[in-house]
C-alpha cells in the first residue's frame, strides 16, 4: 500500500502588491478560493493530510473557511508562521523557506511532503506527476522534485512578477535556480533584474518554479541548518526573507540535493494583483462548464469523503 503523502499549504504571506488577504479570494462559482482547487485536486490525486501554514491573526478565518468547503475530506492540520525571532521594525513573514520549517511539526514523521502557495492554481495534472514521484522510486533515491512551468504561461498582465528559472542539466536534475524580480514584457521578449539589480533578458520558454514542490523529510534538517546561518546573517534586517527557491537552490550547488524537474504545460493561474481577480474567475468557470470541477466544490470534496 503506497503511502500517502502531505500537503503543505504556504498561506500565511501578507499579500503587500494585492492589498489585502488574497489567500481567501472568492473566485470559484460559489465563492471557493483558489486553495480550495489545489487541496481539491491534491485529494483526487492521493494526498491524505494537508497542512495550512497561516498567520495567527488569520487562522480564524482559514479555519472557518476550510470547514465550510473541504470539511472532512482530509486530515486538516494548521501551523503558524510568527515573525519570531523579530527585528525591531520587521511586520512580515520570514519567508516561504520558513514556513516549511513552521509547518514540520505537523508533517508526518519520516514521510514525503508537497509545499504549494495558497493563491496559485496548478491545475490537476500536476499534483498527480507529485504523487506518483513520492510514492515511487523517487523519495527512496533521495530525490525532491519540481514541478517547472513554461515562464510565459505564468506572467500578469497587470504588473511584474517574481518568478525562480530552473535551469537543468541533461538528466532533468535542477542545476541552478535564479530569482528574478519585476518580470515583464520587453523587447521582443520579457526583461526582470536579479537579486543583484542586474537587468536580465528572457524569452518566456524558460521554466520556472511555482512553488509547487515534493521533498523527502531530509529537507527540513536542511532548511532548519540553512536559516539559523540565514539569521546569523540577516536577522536584524526586518526586510530579509529566507526563500524556499534560495534555500533549495544552494542545497543542491553544494551537492546536499537532488532536484527532478518535471515539466507540465498545465495551465497555471494566480492572484497576484487584485486586477487578476476577473480572469481568474473567468477561466475557473470555462473548466466547470467543462466538467472538470464540480460547481460546487464543498458537494465535490464530500463525494470524496463517501
Not at 496559485?120 to 504523487?131: S, W
Request: negative net charge.
Amino acid at each position: 500500500m503506497r503511502t500517502q503523502p502531505t500537503l503543505v499549504v504556504l498561506a500565511a504571506g501578507l499579500g503587500t502588491r494585492y492589498g489585502g488577504l488574497k489567500q481567501l479570494t472568492p473566485v470559484g462559482p460559489r465563492g471557493e478560493a483558489l486553495l480550495d482547487y489545489g487541496v481539491y485536486d491534491a485529494a483526487r490525486a492521493g494526498f491524505g493530510r494537508v497542512v495550512f501554514v497561516v498567520r495567527q491573526e488569520v487562522e480564524e478565518l482559514f479555519r472557518r473557511h476550510v470547514a465550510t468547503v473541504i470539511g472532512d475530506a482530509m486530515d486538516v492540520a494548521y501551523a503558524q508562521q510568527t515573525l519570531d525571532p523579530s527585528p525591531p521594525g520587521r511586520t512580515k513573514p520570514w519567508g516561504t523557506g520558513h514556513a516549511v520549517l513552521a509547518a514540520a511539526p505537523q508533517i508526518t514523521a519520516g514521510r514525503p511532503f508537497a509545499v504549494m502557495n495558497a493563491d496559485d492554481f496548478y491545475g490537476p495534472v500536476a499534483y498527480r506527476m507529485l504523487f506518483e514521484h513520492l510514492t515511487s522510486a523517487g523519495p527512496e533515491k533521495g530525490e525532491h522534485t519540481l514541478i517547472g512551468y513554461p515562464l510565459a504561461m505564468t506572467l500578469s498582465p497587470h504588473g511584474g512578477v517574481s518568478r525562480a528559472i530552473a535551469e537543468t542539466d541533461g538528466r532533468g536534475y535542477l542545476s541552478r535556480l535564479t530569482e528574478v524580480t519585476d518580470i515583464a514584457p520587453g523587447g521582443s521578449g520579457f526583461t526582470g533584474r536579479t537579486a543583484a539589480g542586474q537587468a536580465v533578458a528572457v524569452s518566456g520558454e524558460e521554466l520556472v518554479s511555482m512553488n509547487l514542490w515534493g521533498f523527502t523529510p531530509a529537507v527540513l534538517f536542511a532548511l532548519g541548518r540553512q536559516f539559523g546561518r540565514f539569521l546569523e546573517l540577516w536577522g536584524a534586517d526586518p526586510a530579509a526573507e529566507f526563500l524556499l527557491s534560495e534555500a533549495v537552490g544552494a542545497q543542491v550547488a553544494e551537492g546536499e540535493a537532488r532536484v527532478r524537474v518535471l515539466r507540465t504545460s498545465e495551465r497555471w493561474l494566480g492572484v497576484t494583483f487584485s486586477a487578476d481577480d476577473e480572469a481568474v474567475r473567468a477561466e475557473l468557470a470555462r473548466l466547470v462548464e467543462a466538467g472538470l470541477y464540480p460547481a460546487n466544490l464543498k458537494a465535490g470534496f464530500e463525494r470524496l469523503c463517501g
